[in-house]
Every structure is written in structure tokens, then in C-alpha cells.
């Protein structure tokens, strides 16, 4: 620079070669708005043009990326190309792969299990192993740090597989919570038939081989037994041949039995439960209390808002209803009465309720018809007689005239205390409060056999059941009979028969039990057989949670259930649902509970 030009002209020239700078960096724009007004740029340092061009770019690298195929170079395999030399020349660091959540950790209490205990994680099953169809949209990575004890805490044990069980990890205790949740409320069936897969269509030669099965039909079936052509399934079974569907009989196993709690009927009675009857074909459960009102519920643990809803309701003033039954086998009417002088019949497809107040020729035996039972062929009603002329009478009428057409009387010290159809409504086995059982024939009008009770002090009830019994005695299996001192004996009704070559049947006088319950302790008032003959319920009223349940045939008590938190209170009555699957149970406090039994 010459030493004789103006600081004046240096600025000048300075700004004139930046400006020109400028325009000439600009210069591949070709519509570019004048300049109006020109304003001074301080220029920029190394480092903000080094920011400016990892940020935006430079004309250099821009130009050399604009027309590339891809961001994502096939050849790298998906990988993502970065712009810039510097960016493509640094290190790794090792921790490009790993998941944000494994580069954490925080410290939450309780991590550790107190007092020494090991993490318990029950087995998977194989369906719990299989990728569920909806998978949730977000998990917590923490639940498998969490630690919960289910043994220290009582509201939890009904979570617990085991007596072992006892921590889990948070995974594992929201698994156990869906499915406690799932038992007291189940899908309904339209949403299961929703869920359900639907059925694959699989192409079979003439040869039916496997090799016509393509290798994704196969994949997608996993370990599914391959289904049979439609000849080959119908000639295995026999059945099928003579038009009836063979069902694979449910069967319990002793000792220990899967009996979960549905939900409860709502409506509560004002008075003692004095009587529980399932319909022979619906699910409707009838109820009834000496508050002289009878409920018919719904039995849905499912149905939404109110589980187990209301379908009717009756009330007959003045009229304690002490017993109340469907008429079988066809369900259409009801038989209730109380401590009265007269029955009532309500008919369900009509809405009339009829009153019988008269037995011609039997008035002065009969001051009360609490105590009667309707034979299974739906044809005759039993009823007990007040008077104990004689020991004790049992009156049986025509169901559908309500006219008197036999009585069977039995010699017993203090009348008769119970009585049960048989299965095939032939006949009648009676109880008297002496313990002699007596076996009477419809078609006879006579007494076939006389037995005693083992051991017995004073019979107060008694009840038949079970299947393929001996033809002779009505069919039923077993006999169980309940005493004043709470045991309850039960015989094997084939064992009681003699053999012998006369015609007429004979029986022992004296026979052994199969099996003594002396689980009570107070007098036996319920005994109720499961309609598959494979349970016995016995109870006592005189007694809290006074309730057991025995296996069939094996004559052992169940040991699991009930326990003493179940809530049973002061048991009145006990019914068996009509598939042995539904367990309900009345206290003296009107509320009915709901148990479901599963094999």
C-alpha cells in the first residue's frame, strides 16, 4: 500500500472488495432481489463459519449431495448417510446401539427383597409364551426392578400359584392382576367369538396327505392336531350312529378342588335365605325368604351395568315362604308355601298363582304344607303330615288335580324327619327321626326294605344322588344322612342289597357306611347332592361357616375350601347350578354368594 493514500480511501476500498465478495459467493442465484439498502457485515470468525457449516451447509458440500439417489444408502444396508467428511470420519463410541433406557438406572425402593427372600417368577405357560395379538402400546421398563411380597400381605395371597410364592417381580404382578381380574370378570360371548381365530381352510388330495399342506399353513398351525376328514371323525364316534353327541364328561379330583367366587346376587333378602332352586334348563335362580318375597335372578357375573340381574319378583302377603321349587322337568311352574294351612303354584308363563287350601278326607293331618318336595317326573308332590299317627305319615297328591292318591306310612320314634324321590320318581326313600330308612314303591304302595342308620342318635335330614344306581331302588348311587351329634354317614345303595334268588329285594338291616363325615359339630339341617353326582355339600344352620364339600366316589373331604375367610356366614340353604359348574349358598342375613367350580 502506498504511504500516500488517505485512510479515507483504505476503508473504501476494503468495504468495495467485501461487497464484491458478496455478490460474487451469491452469484449462482439467478433471481435475486436488489439491494435497496446496504448495510455493514462484520465479518466472521473460524469458529462461527465452522457452526455455519455443520448447521447449513456449504455451497461445496451442498452441491455435491443434491442430486444423490437416496438419503439411505441401500449398500450400507439401511444405513443413514451423514453429510459432511468430518461426520463420516469421526469415532464411534460403542454406545450407538444400546437403548436409551439401558443407559440409565434409577435407585426406586424396595428393589432388593427384605429378609433374604429370593425373586419368585412363576413358570410361563405356552400361552403366555405366544406373541399376544394386541400388544400394548407402552410398557414401563422399571416393572422389572419393582419387587412385591404377596405372601406378607393379605389382600394379595389369592394371587399366589403356591404356598411358595412369595415376591414377584412388577411384570409378573400385572400378569397375576389381569387374571384375577378376568375370573370375577370374564369376556362376554360376543367378544370372545370376536377374538376367536378364525378356522383355516387346509387343501387335501384325494389321499388326504401331508404333503398338500403348504409349509406357512403348517407354520401358522404350530403343534395343532390336524383335523380328521369328515368320514374319519364320524366313524370314531359310535355315537354319532345312533344320532346322540358324546360329551367328555367333567371330572373333579379329590382333595383339593378349583372353586373361585363369581359375583353375588344384588338384591338381598329382608329375612333368613329359606330356600335356593336352579332352573332345570335356564340359567335363573330362585330364591325365597320369610320376608314372603321370591326373587328369579339371572345368573350373568358378566352382564353390564348389574351382574346376575333381576328378572322378577313376588310377594305373597301373610305368607312366610319356608319352600319354594321349579316343577320338573320342564320348569314352567313354581311350588311355594310357608308355615300355612295352603300351598300356592305360580305359573311362570301365565303370571297366575293358584291356591290349594283343601285335602278332602286327610284336613286334620295336614296343619301345615312347609314341608313338601315334587318328584322329578313332575307328576306327584310329597308332603310330610303334621300328625305322627302312627310314627309318621307322608301324603302324596297328583300334581295336576291337587287330589290325594296314596300315603306311606313309617313306624318311626318321633315322626319322620325327611324323605327323597327317587331318580325315577318310582318311589320314596324316608327318613324318621329314630334313624330307620325306609324304601317305598309307588307301584306297590308298600314298603320294599326297612334299614337302620350306623350309629345314628337322631336322623334330622337326608338326600339322594349320583348316577347307575341299582334299578330296584330308584337308580340313585348314593345315600347320605345327616344326625343330631353332625355326622353324616353315606352308603353305597348297591352294597345295600342282599343276594338272593327270591323275587322279592332284600336288604341289610344294619349296613356299614362308606363313609363317616364328622367334620361338624353341631346338627347336621343340609345335604345336597351335585346334579353329576361327584359332590356332596353338608352343612349345619346352628353354627358359622358351618359348610364342607366331599368328593365322589372317593368319600374324601375337600381340604382347601372353604377357609376361614370365605364368607359363609349362618348357612340356611344350598343349591348346585344344573351343569355342577355354580356353587350358591344362603345365610340367615338374606344374602345369597356365588361360587364357580371348575375341573
Request: hydrophobic content about 35%; overall charge negative.
Amino acid at each position: 500500500m502506498p504511504p500516500n493514500q488517505p485512510i479515507d480511501e483504505m476503508e473504501e476500498d476494503d468495504h468495495s472488495s467485501s461487497s464484491s465478495q458478496e455478490e460474487s459467493d451469491f452469484a449462482s442465484d439467478e433471481e435475486t432481489a436488489p439491494r435497496t439498502r446496504r448495510t455493514q457485515v462484520i465479518d466472521k470468525d473460524s469458529d462461527e463459519e465452522e457452526l455455519e457449516r455443520f448447521v447449513l451447509g456449504d455451497n461445496a458440500n451442498f452441491r455435491e449431495n443434491l442430486f444423490r439417489n437416496e438419503l439411505w444408502n441401500d449398500d450400507t444396508g439401511g444405513a443413514l448417510v451423514v453429510l459432511g467428511d468430518e461426520a463420516e470420519n469421526e469415532p464411534g463410541t460403542g454406545l450407538e446401539e444400546i437403548d436409551d433406557a439401558d443407559l440409565f438406572t434409577f435407585d426406586v425402593g424396595g428393589a432388593a427383597p427384605a429378609d433374604g427372600k429370593e425373586l419368585v417368577v412363576a413358570p410361563v405357560s405356552k400361552g403366555q409364551r405366544a406373541v399376544e395379538k394386541d400388544q400394548p402400546a407402552w410398557e414401563d421398563s422399571d416393572d422389572e426392578r419393582l419387587t412385591i411380597s404377596l405372601a406378607n400381605t393379605t389382600q394379595l395371597r389369592k394371587l399366589r400359584i403356591s404356598e411358595a410364592d412369595d415376591v414377584v417381580n412388577g411384570t409378573e404382578y400385572t400378569r397375576r392382576l389381569r387374571q384375577q381380574y378376568l375370573r370375577l370378570n370374564p369376556l362376554p360371548a360376543w367378544a370372545r367369538e370376536a377374538e376367536e381365530r378364525p378356522a383355516k381352510r387346509r387343501r387335501r388330495s384325494s389321499a388326504a396327505s401331508d404333503s398338500d399342506i403348504s409349509e406357512d399353513e403348517a407354520n401358522d398351525e404350530g403343534d395343532a392336531e390336524p383335523s380328521a376328514l369328515p368320514l374319519d371323525e364320524f366313524l370314531r364316534d359310535a355315537s354319532t350312529l345312533n344320532g346322540t353327541k358324546s360329551q367328555r364328561a367333567r371330572k373333579l379330583r379329590p382333595e383339593v378342588i378349583d372353586i373361585q367366587r363369581s359375583r353375588d346376587i344384588p338384591d338381598t333378602h329382608k329375612d333368613e335365605v329359606t330356600s335356593l332352586a336352579f332352573h332345570p334348563k335356564y340359567p335363573v335362580l330362585l330364591s325365597s325368604s320369610t320376608s314372603s318375597i321370591m326373587h328369579l335372578h339371572h345368573i350373568a357375573p358378566s352382564a353390564h351395568p348389574t351382574p346376575n340381574p333381576l328378572l322378577t319378583s313376588v310377594q305373597v302377603k301373610q305368607v312366610p315362604v319356608r319352600r319354594a321349587e321349579f316343577l320338573y322337568p320342564a320348569g314352567d311352574k313354581i311350588f311355594f308355601a310357608g308355615r300355612r294351612r295352603y300351598i300356592h303354584s305360580w305359573d311362570l308363563a301365565t303370571g297366575i298363582i293358584q291356591k290349594t287350601n283343601k285335602m278332602i278326607g286327610h284336613q286334620s293331618e295336614q296343619r301345615t304344607w312347609e314341608r313338601f318336595k315334587l318328584s322329578p317326573c313332575g307328576q306327584y308332590l310329597g308332603l310330610i303330615a303334621s300328625t305322627r299317627k302312627g310314627g309318621g305319615i307322608i301324603n302324596i297328591l297328583n300334581i295336576n288335580t291337587m287330589q290325594w292318591i296314596a300315603a306311606a306310612r313309617l313306624d318311626s320314634r318321633g315322626g319322620i324327619a325327611d324323605f327323597s324321590w327317587w331318580r325315577n320318581s318310582h318311589g320314596l326313600t324316608i327318613l324318621g327321626r329314630g334313624g330307620q330308612v325306609g324304601e317305598w314303591s309307588m307301584a306297590t304302595r308298600r314298603f320294599l326294605a326297612i334299614w337302620n342308620d350306623e350309629g345314628s342318635n337322631g336322623g334330622t335330614v337326608m338326600a339322594l344322588g349320583g348316577h347307575n344306581g341299582p334299578v330296584l331302588l330308584g337308580g340313585d348311587k348314593w345315600i347320605a344322612i345327616g344326625s343330631n351329634s353332625g355326622v353324616t354317614n353315606i352308603y353305597d345303595r348297591e352294597a345295600l342289597i342282599l343276594p338272593s334268588s327270591n323275587v322279592e329285594l332284600e336288604v341289610k338291616e344294619r349296613p356299614e357306611p362308606n363313609r363317616r363325615f364328622m367334620q361338624l359339630t353341631t346338627p347336621v339341617t343340609i345335604l345336597t347332592f351335585s346334579p353329576d353326582g361327584q359332590l356332596l355339600a353338608f352343612a349345619s344352620k346352628h353354627k358359622k361357616d358351618a359348610l364342607r364339600l366331599a368328593h365322589l366316589p372317593s368319600c374324601t373331604v375337600y381340604r382347601n375350601w372353604p377357609t376361614e375367610q370365605t364368607p359363609l356366614g349362618r348357612i340356611s340353604d344350598v343349591a348346585f347350578g344344573r351343569k355342577s359348574d355354580l356353587l350358591a349358598i344362603g345365610n340367615d342375613a338374606g344374602k345369597i354368594r356365588l361360587w364357580e367350580i371348575r375341573n
